[in-house]
């Protein structure tokens, strides 16, 4: 069964500061994987998806990620968060030919520091 | 475009009462899903349909339910509430079953008092 692991639950940093959220996943192959942010009250916005390819994908907002299939990891990263960053991060794994059913981490809420 | 639209956004029901929510995906987009977010349990996924058919449903007693129009519109229905099924429900739409980006609603907040 897929499974997604999101080890910090809650992280703070300083505005300006990198950044880099952390997602783990067990899958028996070479999953879909999402990158999604929450902000309070809101839906679920896409950040960035790997499907194949090149394994540092880039997004929204300036965030990019690196799929590395060796260490089942699928990380997060953006070189100097904003105030405006502060959200919910969720990781995501979708299987190939049923992409539509994804299996969530449980999240990490990040705070800013001014 | 307009992106995925999900009504009601908000609703306070009574336990035992049943509701309906609401989606319409993203025009052109013939694959809804929907997923029930709590503080304890995360994003769990509902169930999926294609084509007014159900391909995926998760691990949910039979009070939840769904159903897929020829429009692609959707709905879920929870019968017999229960305090537990206080939650977000958020819809997500794809243009088709397989490799294809899954965009979300903003979600419909169910409070059960």
């Known amino acids: 069964a897929q499974s997604v692991t999101q080890p910090d639950i809650h992280i703070t940093v300083s505005e300006g500061a990198s950044l880099e959220l952390r997602c783990n996943y067990s899958?028996?192959?070479?999953?879909?994987l999402f990158w999604y942010v929450q902000s309070p009250g809101q839906g679920l916005q896409l950040l960035l998806k790997?499907?194949?390819?090149?394994?540092l994908v880039q997004g929204i907002k300036g965030f990019e990620a690196e799929f590395k299939r060796s260490q089942s990891s699928f990380n997060l990263r953006k070189p100097s968060v904003h105030w405006s960053d502060a959200a919910e991060y969720f990781c995501?794994?979708?299987?190939?030919?049923?992409?539509?059913?994804?299996?969530f981490g449980q999240g990490t809420r990040l705070t800013i520091n001014p | 475009k307009a992106g995925v639209t999900q009504t009601p956004r908000y609703l306070i029901k009574t336990r035992g009462q049943q509701v309906t929510l609401s989606c319409s995906p993203i025009?052109?987009?013939?694959?809804v899903s929907w997923y029930q977010q709590t503080p304890g349990q995360g994003l769990q996924f509902l169930f999926e349909?294609?084509?007014?058919?159900?391909?995926n449903k998760g691990n949910f007693p039979g009070r939840f339910s769904g159903r897929q129009f020829s429009n692609s519109r959707s709905e879920m229905n929870v019968s017999t509430l229960e305090l537990g099924d206080s939650a977000l429900y958020l819809c997500?739409?794809?243009?088709?079953?397989?490799?294809?980006?899954?965009?979300f609603g903003e979600g419909s907040w169910l409070t059960v008092v």
């Open positions: 997500a739409s794809s243009p088709s079953v397989s490799g294809n980006t899954i965009y």
């Open positions: 899958y028996g192959a070479t999953p879909y």
């Open positions: 790997y499907f194949s390819g090149d394994t």
């Open positions: 995501a794994v979708g299987a190939r030919g049923g992409a539509q059913k994804l299996v």
């Open positions: 025009s052109g987009h013939r694959s």
């Open positions: 349909y294609f084509s007014e058919t159900q391909r």
